[in-house]
């Protein structure tokens, strides 16, 4: 089946396509890179894909990963001390601590 658009369905698909954002998504179902179908908000890119959200996003993402890894030392130091005290060895301070 062969399907005829005429010219000014071709001139809404272009402008749709001109107002979507202009980045390149992967679809593994297709194998290939796809244009996202979101509308630009900025720049030619969606609120998602728009360089400085992503920015944000990854800022944020390592805070809160360094948050969490800073607090998994501090259990672990405090297991190994409680560990080394219970088979009877001196835990001396160091300076600075």
């Given at each position: ?89 001196a835990i001396k301070k160091e300076?600075?601590q």
């Open positions: 089946m062969i399907v005829m658009i005429t010219s000014e369905q071709s001139t809404k698909v272009d402008k749709m396509i001109k107002d979507n954002c202009k980045e390149k998504i992967y679809r593994p179902s297709m194998w290939r890179s796809v244009p996202c179908s979101r509308k630009a908000v900025k720049d030619g890119f969606c609120k998602q894909h728009h360089p400085d959200s992503i920015k944000e996003r990854e800022e944020k993402s390592k805070k809160e990963y360094d948050k969490k890894m800073k607090s998994a030392k501090a259990l672990a130091i405090d297991a190994a001390k409680k560990l080394l005290k219970c088979n009877g060895y300076e600075g």
